[in-house]
C-alpha cells in the first residue's frame, strides 16, 4: 500500500483466526487487529470521525485546541489527527493508566492532565468533569467527548463493521467487543444487525463496571474499581446503543490479564488486557454454544503500551495475577536447580558386590539397569540388602533383582506428574532424545517444591 497521508492508513486492518486459543470448543474465533492502526488502537477511526465531523460542524477552526478525557488511546489517535490537521491537544486521563500511555501522548506534543481515579464522577477533580472545565476554560477549545459523541459509534458503523462483513464474507456468527464508551460495539452491532438481524452481539464487561447489572435489570448498581484499563464504566455514556446489544459477559481482570499473556505468546498477537478481555468472553461463548460458529472480536490496543503492567511478571505477582505454583514448572525446571550429576547405570550381568560399590562411591540409593542402551528396570539398595539379609551371595548378577515398575518422563512435562509417580512408589527416569539421562527421586522433587515455594514467600 501506498499513502497520501497517515490518515489513509487508518481502518483496513486484518482479521485472524485464532489457532490455539478456543481450540477446545467447536467455534471459529476471528481477531480484528485494531492496534495495527497508526495511532496503535481501534480508536484512529473514531478520532479521524470526530475531527473531520466537528470540521464541517464549524466546531472546530484553525488553530483550535481539542480537548477529551481519555485513558489513552483516543488521545492517541486525536494526536495523530491534530498533528496532521495542526491542531493543539490537551489530555485529562485517571491516574491508574500506564505511564506508556501518558508518555505516548507527550511524544506527539499533547499536554497530559493527570486526576485521581477513586473519585465519583460528578466529582470536580474527576477526569470527567476537569475535561470539561478546560474545554470551557480555554478559547477555540473543541471538547472530543467520545462519552458522548455520536462520531465515535458512527465510525465503527462506517467502517469496521462493514470490514468486518466483507472479510468474513458475511458469515459471521456473533460479535464481541470489550465495551468502554459503547462505540465499537454500537456501531459495530448496528451494521451487522443490519445484514442479518440473529448475529448475537456480545459486550465483554470487566468485573465492577456497570454495563451487566444494567443490562440485566435496567437498575445502576455502584461501581467499583478494577484493575484492567480500557473498558467497562460507572456510568452509561450515550455512544453505549444497548439496543444492538444481546448479551454482557462479565470478565474478571485474571481473565483479561491471561488471555492477553496467552494471545501474545500463543498467537502472535501483540495485544493488551481489554483484548485479552473481549477473548475471554468469546471462549465462554464458545463453549457455551458448543457448535461450529463464526465468532469475531476485536484486538483493540497493542501490548507495547502495558509492557510494565500485564507482560511485567513481577507486577503481576504484586498485583495477585500470577501464582508461583511449583507444579506448574517442568522436568527441566526440576532438574535445573539440582546439582549436576554423571548418570549411572548398571546392566544385568553386574554383580550383587559391584553395584554396591558403585552405590557407594557415588553416594546414591538406586540405578537404571540398561540393556543394549535400553532400560530394563531400576536395582536400588533395599532389593540389594533384602537379598544379601537373605543369601548372602553377593557376587550373584543383579539380574533377578531388577525392578521393573518404573516411570518414564520427559524433560517438558509438569512436575505435578511426578508427584502423581511417586505415590505409587515408582522410581522416575528422565528421557530425553530416546535416552534415559537422569532418575528423579522424592528427595529431588521435594528440594524443588520448597526452594520454589520459599523463593515465592521472600518476594511476597
Ligand atoms: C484499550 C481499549 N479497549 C477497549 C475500549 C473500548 O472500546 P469502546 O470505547 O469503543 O467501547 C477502549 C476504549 O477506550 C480502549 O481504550
Not at 455502584?222 to 446489544?245: C, I, N, R, W
Not at 558386590?353 to 532400560?375: A, H, N, T, W, Y
Request: one cysteine or more; a negative charge; charged letters at 25%.
Amino acid at each position: 500500500m501506498l499513502a497520501n497521508s497517515v490518515i489513509e492508513t487508518v481502518g483496513n486492518t486484518p482479521m485472524v483466526k485464532l489457532n490455539r486459543i478456543g481450540s477446545h470448543t467447536k467455534a471459529n474465533i476471528y481477531a480484528k487487529l485494531e492496534y495495527m492502526n497508526p495511532g496503535g488502537s481501534v480508536k484512529d477511526r473514531v478520532a479521524f470521525q470526530i475531527v473531520e465531523d466537528a470540521e464541517r460542524e464549524g466546531l472546530l477552526r484553525p488553530g483550535g485546541t481539542i480537548v477529551e478525557a481519555t485513558s489513552g488511546n483516543t488521545g492517541m489517535g486525536l494526536a495523530l489527527a491534530a498533528a496532521l490537521r495542526g491542531y493543539k491537544c490537551v489530555f485529562v486521563m485517571p491516574d491508574k493508566m500506564s505511564e506508556e500511555k501518558i508518555k505516548a501522548l507527550r511524544a506527539f506534543g499533547a499536554r497530559v492532565v493527570v486526576t485521581p481515579t477513586n473519585v465519583e464522577p460528578d466529582d470536580p477533580r474527576s477526569y470527567y468533569c476537569v475535561s470539561k472545565r478546560i474545554a470551557d476554560e480555554t478559547p477555540g477549545a473543541f471538547y472530543a467527548n467520545q462519552y458522548h459523541n455520536q462520531s465515535n459509534p458512527k465510525a465503527h458503523y462506517r467502517t469496521t463493521g462493514p470490514e468486518i462483513w466483507r472479510q468474513l464474507d458475511g458469515k459471521v456468527d456473533a460479535f464481541v467487543s470489550a465495551a468502554g464508551t459503547g462505540g465499537t460495539i454500537s456501531g459495530v452491532g448496528k451494521y451487522l444487525k443490519e445484514q442479518r438481524n440473529d448475529i448475537h452481539v456480545v459486550a465483554a464487561d470487566p468485573i465492577g463496571s456497570v454495563y451487566y447489572d444494567y443490562f440485566n435489570t435496567g437498575r445502576m448498581p455502584p461501581a467499583y474499581s478494577y484493575t484492567v484499563e480500557g473498558f467497562g464504566e460507572d456510568f452509561l455514556p450515550t455512544t453505549m446503543h444497548f439496543d444492538v446489544v444481546d448479551e454482557v459477559v462479565r470478565v474478571t481482570d485474571a481473565e483479561c490479564f491471561e488471555y492477553a499473556r496467552r494471545l501474545v505468546r500463543e498467537e502472535g498477537i501483540y495485544t493488551g488486557g481489554s483484548s485479552g478481555g473481549a477473548v475471554a468472553a468469546c471462549v465462554k461463548l464458545a463453549e457455551r454454544l458448543d457448535r461450529e460458529v463464526n465468532i469475531v472480536t476485536i484486538m483493540c490496543d497493542s501490548a507495547s503500551r502495558y509492557l510494565s503492567k500485564v507482560f511485567d511478571d513481577e507486577w503481576m505477582r504484586q498485583n495477585g495475577f500470577l501464582r508461583d505454583d511449583p507444579m506448574e514448572g517442568t522436568v527441566a525446571d526440576l532438574l535445573s536447580v539440582r546439582d549436576p550429576s554423571k548418570l549411572q547405570t548398571a546392566t544385568p550381568d553386574d554383580s550383587v558386590r559391584s553395584v554396591i560399590e558403585k552405590l557407594k562411591q557415588f553416594g546414591i540409593s538406586q540405578l537404571p539397569v540398561l540393556v543394549d542402551g535400553r532400560v530394563h528396570g531400576i536395582i536400588n539398595e533395599r532389593d540389594l540388602l533384602d537379598h544379601l539379609i537373605r543369601s548372602g551371595d553377593a557376587l550373584m548378577p543383579i539380574r533377578d533383582l531388577v525392578e521393573t515398575r518404573f516411570a518414564i518422563v520427559e524433560l517438558r512435562n509438569k512436575v505435578s506428574l511426578l508427584s502423581q509417580f511417586f505415590a505409587q512408589d515408582l522410581t522416575v527416569l528422565v528421557m530425553d532424545g530416546g535416552r534415559i539421562i537422569e532418575i528423579v527421586t522424592k528427595i529431588d522433587f521435594i528440594a524443588y517444591v520448597s526452594s520454589t515455594s520459599a523463593r515465592a514467600q521472600k518476594r511476597r
